[in-house]
């Protein structure tokens, strides 16, 4: 039986599901607009239906990013996969974070912090790396189906 905290099982949610939420952690940095941003136009390329969330306000220093403005306070909905960026703990992701919303569906948490308190049912944490786009670019390019288009690896 595979990990539930591996990378490899990381990616298989990642290749498994159509539609996925994507969320970014409150009082945003560039690491985890970067990361949510990245991931969600990784996951579109493959024909995928992403929603990409962040509970709170964005600052306007990345405005050349493809896809900020979606950027906007969202709950999961109908989506198979529900996917925590960069936050070392539940209460970083606000409302979003809720486990009354999650009805039996895979949660994942993606994460470099040494911090990290493995709060989702899946966690992938690398401390190693030195930040959460770094394990997004190795998921994402080591994907069997994945074709990141160049004017979205920006994030």
Same mark, same amino acid.
């Given at each position: 039986?595979?990990?539930? /905290?591996?990378?490899?099982?990381?990616?298989?949610?990642?290749?498994?599901?159509?539609?996925?939420?994507? @969320?970014? *952690?409150?009082?945003?940095?560039?690491?985890?607009?970067?990361?949510?941003?990245?991931?969600?136009?990784?996951?579109?390329?493959? $024909?995928?239906?992403?929603?990409?969330?962040? *509970?709170? *306000?964005?600052?306007? #220093?990345?405005?050349?990013?493809?896809?900020?403005?979606?950027?906007?306070?969202?709950?999961?909905?109908?989506?198979?996969?529900?996917?925590?960026?960069?936050?070392?703990?539940?209460?970083?992701? $606000?409302? @979003?974070?809720?486990?009354?919303?999650? *009805?039996?569906?895979?949660?994942?948490?993606?994460?470099?912090? #040494?911090?990290?308190? &493995?709060? @989702?049912?899946? /966690? &992938?944490?690398?401390? /190693?790396?030195?930040?959460?786009?770094?394990? #997004?670019?190795?998921?994402?390019?080591?994907?069997?189906? @994945?074709?990141?288009?160049?004017?979205?690896?920006?994030?």
């Amino acid at each position: 039986m595979q990990d539930r /905290n591996s990378f490899e099982n990381a990616l298989e949610q990642l290749e498994r599901w159509n539609r996925i939420f994507v @969320a970014a *952690h409150i009082m945003p940095d560039g690491d985890t607009i970067g990361s949510a941003l990245g991931l969600t136009w990784a996951l579109r390329s493959l $024909g995928k239906n992403v929603t990409v969330t962040c *509970h709170d *306000h964005v600052s306007g #220093i990345f405005d050349y990013l493809a896809g900020l403005r979606e950027l906007s306070p969202k709950l999961p909905t109908d989506e198979e996969l529900l996917v925590y960026v960069d936050g070392s703990s539940s209460d970083r992701f $606000g409302p @979003a974070f809720d486990p009354n919303l999650f *009805h039996e569906r895979p949660v994942l948490e993606i994460d470099h912090h #040494i911090t990290n308190e &493995f709060f @989702a049912p899946m /966690n &992938f944490v690398d401390p /190693n790396a030195a930040s959460t786009a770094e394990i #997004i670019y190795r998921l994402t390019s080591l994907s069997a189906s @994945a074709s990141i288009r160049l004017s979205r690896s920006a994030c």
